[in-house]
């Protein structure tokens, strides 16, 4: 089905596309899989595939469900672990190596963080369009962030003054994609080496972008919404300043209406 941004992108490598869904579509919340290996001391499991974000790049990770032939448990906690995505489940019973089970994310929770990321991408758009510095650090919960950018000084009227821009962009209902960019194309643009794309070790080729079309373009693992309309409405709800050339804007998502 022709959705934007909901096919497989382009040059996605397909071992990726295959294991870690996420990469390739935010939007896949239930999915089936094989167990790889189970860590009963650990209490965790790793699966073929999975739709599970394992938590990276200010995203935190997913909650959900694990549902198999005689069983079922919460997922608490996923992280990546030396190269493999391990899935905690709350409770003894888990299952066996082998065993199909499905995955269901916690898709509230997700699609919540997913418009965030977008929201907090967007504030970096805005604020390299207006004011030409990039963002040096952040962090982000389902519904809100902060982002941290080495500005002169900050003010509540900056703070009002870049809500009503984010909110602009929202409006303009910019599509987003995700791309798959040589190493040699994306270190030649300039767009991802104001984002210091070029600083990621050069083993990682080809780099996973996401591209809000026309607004902003970082190199990035997260999990996005489709167009920037869908991230609803942005409030700036704290500007603090950090010291000498380090300001901090939090934001949180609410629904438009
Ligand atoms: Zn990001």
């Given at each position: ?46 699966l073929?595939?999975?739709?599970f ?65 977008t ?30 950018f080495?500005?002169?000084s ?53 780099l996973?972008?996401?591209?809000i ?10 999990t ?28 949180r ?5």
């Amino acid at each position: 089905m022709a959705v934007p941004g909901r096919r497989v992108p382009d040059n996605a490598p397909a071992a990726l596309a295959e294991t870690e869904l996420f990469s390739v579509d935010a939007y896949c919340r239930e999915f089936g899989a094989t167990v790889l290996e189970v860590d009963a001391d650990e209490g965790r499991v790793a699966l073929r595939r999975t739709a599970f974000y394992p938590g990276g790049g200010g995203q935190p990770h997913d909650l959900g469900r694990l549902v198999w032939g005689d069983g079922s448990a919460p997922i608490t906690r996923v992280k990546r672990d030396q190269g493999r995505i391990w899935h905690w489940l709350d409770g003894d019973h888990l299952p066996d190596p082998g065993a199909e089970v499905q995955g269901e994310l916690d898709w509230a929770r997700r699609h919540l963080t997913m418009r965030t990321h977008t929201a907090l991408h967007i504030l970096c758009g805005v604020i390299w369009a207006d004011h030409r510095v990039a963002v040096t650090g952040g962090n982000m919960d389902p519904g809100t962030g902060r982002l941290d950018f080495p500005l002169p000084s900050m003010s509540a009227e900056l703070g009002r003054q870049l809500e009503v821009r984010i909110n602009e962009e929202i409006a303009a209902a910019r599509e987003i994609a995700v791309e798959f960019v040589g190493r040699e194309v994306a270190d030649a643009d300039p767009a991802l080496i104001r984002t210091a794309a070029n600083l990621i070790p050069r083993e990682i080729d080809p780099l996973r972008v996401i591209d809000i079309v026309g607004l902003d373009k970082q190199a990035d693992g997260g999990t996005h919404v489709l167009s920037t309309a869908e991230v609803g409405r942005v409030e700036v709800v704290g500007t603090e300043s950090k010291g000498k050339g380090n300001k901090r804007v939090r934001l949180r998502v609410v629904d438009a209406g």
